[in-house]
């Protein structure tokens, strides 16, 4: 056991045993010498500190001390009730404090209960209850600032999760602050009912069992009991000091002492005012003008000198900045901070910082979190940090979105207006500023606040700035996804699913897989636009074939085939026939004739003449989809597909391109074209 554990087991234990078994006086003085000088450390401590979070065990500490503090009441009571002779501390404290005459004593004694109930206690646990519930209150706050904070890049991963913590132990720990006050409260009560309880024992006992007059009796308890009673009062009122000091301190951060007396004495013109009042009362009133006029110089005096160093620490301030200024000019530019490339950055220009500015109404951080958390249910993976950021290079209402440091997409909008755009079904048409929805490229109108009403009524879809600024960065997101998809990604991703499949990933990785090409099947999937939120089902699909094929390209099509489930509900509704283009089957075998095999991969060695023709024939049979309304999906046989798909990828950007088996059996296809060369 360690020994500052072993110290407090002993102090908890000392105060048990103080309750049962009669203590010598000696040693109930040492044990009141002691329950002092810890007061006073609690008191010092609270005033010093620099957080309040530095002294998160103080409701701990309260209970600790206040049972102790019982503890050694009840032995002072049973020595002043059996023996009459408490010891040399407690019959100090009531000779001394009193002056050996009990109604003296009595009233400090009374004084200092009334300061302690109804100034001290009451004030603490007042201010301890409303610090707890606006501690709490504020959580929700504090938290969205430190999300705002790492979207923009203000903060890393590391502190935002540093902040959470401590905001989560300031909320216990005000919690707990407005239940320990109850201690102190309660302490104080005991300590006054254990007094009564003393006067009145002491004088049945002193005039029963000892022959004393009740005069005599009640002197001679009453100035015991008082004296007991102050040497338990006095510590505790110290620690009800020290716990209203410590939920009412504002400065977290700063030396307690330093800033109360700058922001007392710190002021020169406050000084002023004052010494030149107290002086004028000392001459024109019968106050005694010694006093009074030397106070009063000094307020003079010190206000003088503050005026002075505050000159001085202002010229010497601005030399300090003038210098440090000249060190980074002199300074040889650190390159390094520059070298890191952020994965995803939204810029723009100057117009549109209200928007993402939270003190002006702007929402556009809140709904890039929902971005990141929308990406996760949707795909199942971590969307990277996404830094936003001004630039005054930019046109005012301009913005763009960067992968990886390399301008992937731009768009515009107006600020104070809203985005029109025709479902297909509208008739009549509305005034506006003709545009292009950024995201798809579709026609829109840019329409101001008072026609939106009318808009909507038409059956315009009706859009506002933030949301065509996040719809069109989901859209970048999602397109890129599988690029972003790092092997740090795939660590994590790996480690989350070992903590409840451990036997599954002992057996893939490393031993069957690297985390390389778990991440090439991966983005393979994300790359198409499928979820790779069933990883259970991706890596026990890999388990199951790695052992005979390592090649990635292959992996994943075993695993679109396991998750034919989520392919088939995505791209095919239940009870509906979908419409589809098929691939000639003469085509799969001119596709699968021209596949060569290396130890890089395979690859396509199809002749280009043929390869125009089934382009062309593509566009021809996707054309007859798009103008029924239908997305482009074209169905292949299993071993076709994804030589089908890569044959097509750099023609057709959007095109889904399924096999056989990635279809449930339940399915209505109707086939409404044919591929052919």
Request: aromatic share 6%.
């Amino acid at each position: 056991m360690k020994k500052a554990d072993l110290g407090v087991a002993l102090y908890l234990l000392a105060a048990v045993i103080f309750f049962i078994v009669p203590i010598p006086s000696i040693l109930l003085d040492v044990m009141l010498a002691i329950n002092i000088s810890i007061a006073m450390i609690v008191l010092f401590n609270a005033l010093f500190v620099q957080e309040v979070l530095d002294m998160s065990f103080f409701p701990t500490l309260l209970l600790f001390t206040t049972i102790f503090r019982i503890s050694l009441n009840v032995s002072s009571t049973r020595l002043i009730l059996t023996t009459g002779e408490p010891g040399a501390v407690v019959e100090t404290f009531g000779g001394f404090v009193g002056g050996g005459d009990l109604v003296i004593g009595a009233i400090v004694f009374i004084v200092l209960i009334l300061i302690q109930f109804i100034v001290i206690n009451k004030g603490s646990e007042r201010v301890s209850e409303v610090t707890a519930r606006f501690t709490l209150d504020a959580m929700p706050g504090k938290q969205m600032a430190i999300d705002a904070d790492l979207n923009t890049g203000a903060i890393t991963e590391k502190e935002a999760r540093q902040r959470r913590e401590k905001i989560q132990q300031e909320s216990s720990f005000f919690g707990s602050m407005d239940g320990a006050t109850k201690y102190v409260k309660g302490d104080a009560t005991a300590g006054l009912i254990i007094t009564l309880i003393n006067v009145i024992g002491g004088t049945i006992t002193g005039y029963m069992n000892q022959g004393l007059e009740i005069g005599e009796a009640l002197a001679r308890y009453g100035v015991l009991t008082i004296g007991d009673g102050l040497v338990s009062q006095i510590p505790s009122l110290l620690i009800s000091l020290a716990t209203g000091i410590l939920v009412t301190k504002a400065s977290k951060e700063a030396d307690f002492g330093t800033v109360l007396v700058s922001q007392l004495f710190g002021i020169p013109k406050v000084l002023y005012i004052v010494g030149a009042t107290v002086s004028f009362l000392g001459i024109v009133t019968p106050l005694p003008w010694y006093i009074f006029l030397t106070l009063g110089a000094i307020f003079l005096v010190t206000g003088r000198m503050i005026a002075n160093n505050a000159g001085i620490a202002a010229i010497e301030e601005e030399a300090t900045e003038e210098e440090t200024a000249a060190e980074e000019i002199r300074r040889p530019e650190n390159v390094t901070s520059l070298l890191q490339v952020d994965p995803i950055e939204l810029e723009f220009g100057y117009g549109i910082i209200p928007l993402a500015d939270v003190n002006q109404g702007g929402d556009l951080l809140d709904r890039v979190v929902m971005i990141r958390r929308q990406v996760a249910l949707e795909l199942g993976t971590v969307v990277p940090i996404i830094r936003l950021r001004d630039n005054i290079q930019l046109n005012p209402n301009q913005y763009i979105i960067k992968i990886k440091g390399v301008k992937e997409a731009e768009g515009e909008i107006l600020f104070d207006h809203y985005m029109a755009m025709n479902p297909g079904y509208v008739e009549e048409e509305i005034t506006g500023i003709p545009t292009f929805e950024p995201s798809f490229h579709l026609p829109a109108i840019w329409i101001t606040e008072g026609q939106r009403e009318r808009a909507e009524s038409l059956g315009y879809t009706v859009v506002d700035p933030p949301s065509i600024i996040a719809t069109h960065l989901t859209e970048v997101i999602r397109q890129n996804l599988a690029e972003l998809l790092t092997r740090q990604d795939v660590s994590n991703l790996i480690g989350n699913m070992k903590e409840n499949n451990s036997a599954l990933i002992e057996e893939l990785t490393p031993k069957l897989l690297g985390i390389g090409e778990i991440q090439k099947v991966l983005q393979n999937l994300l790359g198409e636009g499928i979820s790779i939120r069933d990883l259970l089902t991706i890596f026990e699909t890999l388990a199951d074939h790695a052992s005979t094929t390592r090649d990635t390209d292959v992996l994943t099509e075993y695993v679109r085939q396991s998750l034919k489930r989520a392919i088939s509900s995505k791209y095919f509704p239940a009870n509906e026939t979908t419409s589809v283009v098929t691939l000639d089957p003469k085509v799969e075998q001119e596709i699968m004739g021209s596949v060569k095999q290396t130890e890089q991969g395979a690859y396509l060695t199809l002749d280009p003449d043929k390869t125009k023709a089934i382009m062309a024939s593509v566009e021809t049979e996707v054309a007859k989809l798009e103008n029924i309304g239908k997305s482009p999906i074209i169905i292949t046989s299993p071993i076709v597909r994804m030589y089908f798909k890569k044959l097509t990828e750099d023609y057709f950007k959007d095109l889904i391109v399924v096999s056989y088996n990635e279809v449930e059996s339940n399915v209505e296809l109707q086939s409404v074209g044919m591929v052919t060369e």
